[in-house]
């Protein structure tokens, strides 16, 4: 899951998704294949935005700076107020997989499971 609460723009991309299956709330990187721009789940070095819905084998794309909630991250983690976000395997995670990637975002309020959504500040 994956929903918008503020944004400067309410904009988004479509792009076709490649390799594994990409789901709403997915972290996705940008990919060209023979010159066509695709998108595919986020190692973590290059993440480029949200996957929002998915229509017609087209993935919507949020990346623009923005307040979000979503319920597709590491529940292994601790996700306290202010730390930073990295990206691993399409999903959001308090670790830093590799020490040349960087952060994509931050906390705003912890983790509740009652909620199942995670409140953060894309960058």
Excluded: A
Excluded at 9 to 14: A, M, N, V
Excluded at 54 to 63: F, L, P, Q, R
């Amino acid at each position: 899951m994956f929903r918008l609460i503020e944004s400067i723009s309410s904009d988004f991309i479509r792009f076709q998704p490649v390799g594994k299956e990409i789901k709403p709330g997915n972290i996705v990187q940008t990919i060209s294949i023979s010159g066509d721009i695709f998108v595919e789940l986020s190692d973590g070095s290059r993440s480029f935005g949200f996957c929002g819905e998915i229509e017609d084998n087209w993935v919507k794309i949020y990346n623009q700076h923005m307040i979000c909630r979503t319920s597709v991250f590491d529940r292994s983690c601790k996700y306290l107020p202010g730390s930073c976000l990295y990206v691993k395997d399409g999903i959001l995670t308090t670790i830093k997989p590799n020490p040349l990637y960087y952060s994509v975002g931050n906390v705003i309020t912890d983790f509740r499971p009652k909620r199942n959504e995670l409140e953060l500040n894309w960058i």
